[in-house]
Nanobody, 117 residues
Framework: QVQLVESGGGLVQPGGSLRLSCATS????????MAWYRQTPGKERELVAS???????NYADSVKGRFTVSRDNAKNTMYLQMNSLKPMDTAVYYC???????????WGQGTQVTVSS
């Protein structure tokens, strides 16, 4: 059973920062492209940022310049550093591991991020 464990969500004021973490097993992390998604009630889950095994990153236009995705291969953990947070960033954030050669996606349980004064 593949597990992805997210942490780091919470309540923050507009303009503040949070760092999300997503940890999984070495056997998955070493071969998976990783990504962060977010979802609000009534809307589809949307891609926030992704990072390949080689470290190539991609961001949604709405978070460019504010969010940074990274991965620590020694700790089998992906991070999302979120700065200059806005109320529109409020959502449940999910991490995903994509293993291309077997066409499998694995998801975490989600962590709530609320940006409010």
């Amino acid at each position: 059973q593949v597990q992805l464990v997210e942490s780091g969500g919470g309540l923050v004021q507009p303009g503040g920062s949070l760092r999300l973490s997503c940890a999984t097993s070495r056997s998955i992390f070493s071969i998976a492209a990783m990504a962060w998604y977010r979802q609000t009630p009534g809307k589809e889950r949307e891609l926030v940022a992704s990072i390949t095994t080689g470290g190539t990153t991609n961001y949604a236009d709405s978070v460019k310049g504010r969010f940074t995705v990274s991965r620590d291969n020694a700790k089998n953990t992906m991070y999302l550093q979120m700065n200059s947070l806005k109320p529109m960033d409020t959502a449940v954030y999910y991490c995903k591991a994509h293993v291309g050669w077997i066409l499998k996606d694995y998801w975490g349980q989600g962590t709530q991020v609320t940006v409010s004064s």
